[in-house]
């Protein structure tokens, strides 16, 4: 089984940076694909970013393309999100996910459903 455990959340102010990690145990972790997800009161869990097993390969949501960018360390067992001009919006729990079956080296997963293993989330909050 793996376990994701997700750090760096906060309160920020709007327009300031937060970084999130995940660190990863249990498993492989060099053969995940992962993934990073967030959801706000009331509404459904939402795609922030994703990244292949080796890093090589980002894609980002239309909303945070720009403003966010997702690295890992493999040596480390961790995944990070970089967050950068923060806006009120953003404001979500924010989830690490990993699909522990990726085939290819450059997959990244945009759909929730594509990861089986789930982090317990970190809160992030910003003020206007």
């Known amino acids: 089984q793996v376990q994701l455990v997700e750090s760096g959340g906060g309160l920020v102010q709007a327009g300031g940076s937060l970084k999130l990690s995940c660190a990863a145990s249990g498993g492989t972790f060099e053969s995940y694909a992962m993934g990073w997800f967030r959801q706000a009161p009331g509404k459904e869990r939402e795609f922030v970013a994703g990244i292949s097993r080796r890093g090589g390969n980002t894609y980002y949501s239309d909303s945070v393309n720009g403003r966010f960018t997702s690295s890992r360390d493999n040596a480390k067992n961790t995944v990070y999100l970089q967050m950068n001009s923060l806006k009120p919006e953003d404001t979500a729990v924010y989830y690490c996910?990993?699909?522990?079956?990726?085939?290819?080296?450059?997959?990244?997963?945009?759909?929730?459903?594509?990861?089986?293993?789930w982090g317990q989330g970190t809160q992030v909050t910003v003020s206007s």
């Open positions: 996910a990993a699909k522990t079956l990726a085939l290819l080296h450059g997959q990244v997963f945009v759909t929730g459903n594509d990861y089986n293993y």
